[in-house]
T-cell receptor, first 110, second 115 residues
Framework: GESVGLHLPTLSVQEGDNSIINCAYS??????FIWYKQESGKGPQFIID?????DKRQGQRVTVLLNKTVKHLSLQIAATQPGDSAVYFC?????????FGQGTELSVKP | ETGVTQTPRHLVMGMTNKKSLKCEQH?????MYWYKQSAKKPLELMFV???????ENNSVPSRFSPECPNSSHLFLHLHTLQPEDSALYLC??????????????FGPGTRLTVL
């Protein structure tokens, strides 16, 4: 079956730097993608989403980029803060079912 | 808070015990989900209920039995579990699962340990 995956399992950045978390997907029919953040001891929390008719979407300090040509999704976090330390998942929404990637653990060094 | 609550937050049970996990959503959503989250693995969808009817059962062993008495409550009944069932069990809800553009809201999860 098709799946959603992440390129790197861990990412370490300096506080104040920008973070980029990548995701590859294989189902070209998917038309909606979500990024979730999961802190230790908590459930996944919605960060930002994007539909396939868009290439870029911005939120507060976060930007999601979608490249349908290479089936690639990325999450950019500006001015990374210690509170951004968490596991980040991309998910592909297929008719209400979410298919999750494995997750990237982001750690922020002070 | 996401509007989805789960109890208990932690559960330790023996392989012969029977226990239940509870999920409640206060968002007026129409669909609810059970996921299993194991270490180093993606979230695994277990069950989906839409308007209180089960619409998805992802080949989950019969020792897991879901129940959805109304659109706000979801249970997962557990019996004769195995140690490999130890995981974080997450409940989620969404407004309209058919629309396809609705994010799912997750509860904090129940950390289950089977001895």
């Amino acid at each position: 079956g098709e799946s959603v995956g992440l390129h790197l399992p861990t990412l370490s950045v300096q506080e104040g730097d920008n973070s980029i978390i990548n995701c590859a997907y294989s189902n070209s029919a998917s038309d909606y993608f979500i990024w979730y953040k999961q802190e230790s001891g908590k459930g996944p929390q919605f960060i930002i989403d994007i539909r396939s008719n868009m290439d870029k979407r911005q939120g507060q300090r976060v930007t999601v980029l979608l490249n349908k040509t290479v089936k690639h999704l990325s999450l950019q976090i500006a001015a990374t803060q210690p509170g951004d330390s968490a596991v980040y998942f991309c998910a592909e929404n297929q008719g209400g079912k979410l298919i999750f990637g494995q997750g990237t653990e982001l750690s922020v060094k002070p | 808070e996401t509007g989805v609550t789960q109890t208990p937050r932690h559960l330790v049970m023996g392989m012969t015990n029977k226990k239940s996990l509870k999920c409640e959503q206060h968002l007026g959503h129409n669909a609810m989900y059970w996921y299993k989250q194991s270490a180093k693995k993606p979230l695994e969808l277990m069950f989906v209920y839409s308007l209180e009817e089960r619409v998805e059962n992802n080949s989950v062993p019969s020792r897991f039995s879901p129940e959805c008495p109304n659109s706000s409550h979801l249970f997962l009944h557990l019996h004769t579990l195995q140690p490999e069932d130890s995981a974080l069990y997450l409940c989620a809800s969404t407004k309209d699962p058919v629309a396809g553009y609705n994010e799912q809201f997750f509860g904090p999860g129940t950390r289950l340990t089977v001895l």
